[in-house]
C-alpha cells in the first residue's frame, strides 16, 4: 500500500540551530504538502507544494521556512534558526488514497523539540 | 477565512454505544470535500471517512457514519458499536477541491469507558 515516509521520527535541536526534516512522498505525486500541529492544538497548513514550486504558503511560514526536493523522490523541509515556539509535529501529506479515490494520505510524522 | 469549528472538545462513549461528534463550517463555495481523520496517542493522522459536497447521500464506512447538512454546513460523525481502539482525537478537515490544502478543526478527544 502506498504511503508517506517522514524521517527523523523525533529530533531535538537547540534554539538558534537550523533542522532539516525529510519526507518521502507517494512515487511520482506532484502534489506534496506540509503541515504542522502544535502539541494539543489543531493542524496547521504550512506550504503546498506542486512541480518543484511552492504552490501556496501560509502566513506561519515565513522566511526562516524552506521546501525543497533535492532529488527526484525526497522533499525537505528546513527550519534555518528553530525558536522555541517551533516545537511541533510536522507533517508531509499526499492528496491521495488507496483506490483512487479522494482524500490525502499523511506521513507519520516528525516530534520537533527546540530546547 | 474560512473555517471549521468543532464545538466538542472531548467527548466519551461507553463501550458498545454510539457516539456523535460534530463540526460545523465556513464556506463560500458551492462544491467541497469534507473529511474526518483520528488521531491516536502515536500521533499519526488516519483518514476515517470523507464526503463529497455534491453527494447529497451521506457517506457510511463500517461502523462509521456522517450526517452532512449542507444547508447548514454541517458535518457530523456517528460512530456506533464504539471500540476500545476508536479513543483518539477527531478532527473535521475540509478542502476546496479534491486536491487542495485542508483546512482542520480544533479536534475532539474521544474517551471509550470500557
Known amino acids: 500500500e502506498p504511503e508517506v515516509t517522514q524521517t527523523p521520527s523525533h529530533q531535538v535541536t537547540q534554539m538558534g540551530q537550523e533542522v532539516i526534516l525529510r519526507c518521502v512522498p507517494i512515487?511520482?505525486?506532484?502534489?506534496f504538502y506540509w503541515y504542522r500541529q502544535i502539541l494539543g492544538q489543531k493542524v496547521e497548513f504550512l506550504v503546498s507544494f506542486y512541480n518543484n514550486e511552492i504552490s501556496e504558503k501560509s502566513e506561519i511560514f515565513d522566511d526562516q521556512f524552506s521546501v525543497e526536493r533535492p532529488d527526484g523522490s525526497n522533499f525537505t523541509l528546513k527550519i534555518r534558526s528553530t525558536k522555541l515556539e517551533d516545537s511541533a509535529m510536522y507533517f508531509c501529506?499526499?492528496?491521495?488514497?488507496?483506490?483512487?479515490?479522494?482524500?490525502?494520505?499523511f506521513g507519520s510524522g516528525t516530534r520537533l523539540t527546540v530546547v | 477565512a474560512q473555517t471549521v469549528t468543532q464545538s466538542q472538545p472531548e467527548m466519551s462513549v461507553q463501550e458498545a454505544e454510539t457516539v456523535t461528534l460534530s463540526c460545523t463550517y465556513d464556506t463560500s463555495e458551492s462544491d467541497y470535500y469534507l473529511f474526518w481523520y483520528k488521531q491516536p496517542p502515536s500521533r499519526q493522522m488516519i483518514l476515517v471517512i470523507r464526503q463529497e459536497a455534491y453527494k447529497q447521500q451521506n457517506a457510511t464506512e463500517n461502523r462509521f457514519s456522517v450526517n452532512f447538512q449542507k444547508a447548514a454546513k454541517s458535518f457530523s460523525l456517528k460512530i456506533s458499536d464504539s471500540q476500545l481502539g476508536d479513543a483518539a482525537m477527531y478532527f473535521c478537515?475540509?478542502?476546496?477541491?479534491?486536491?487542495?490544502?485542508?483546512?482542520f478543526g480544533e479536534g475532539t478527544q474521544l474517551t471509550v469507558n470500557p
Open positions: 478537515a475540509r478542502s476546496e477541491t479534491s486536491g487542495s490544502r485542508l483546512t
Open positions: 501529506a499526499n492528496p491521495y488514497v488507496p483506490g483512487g479515490n479522494y482524500g490525502y494520505t
Open positions: 512515487s511520482n505525486h506532484l502534489y
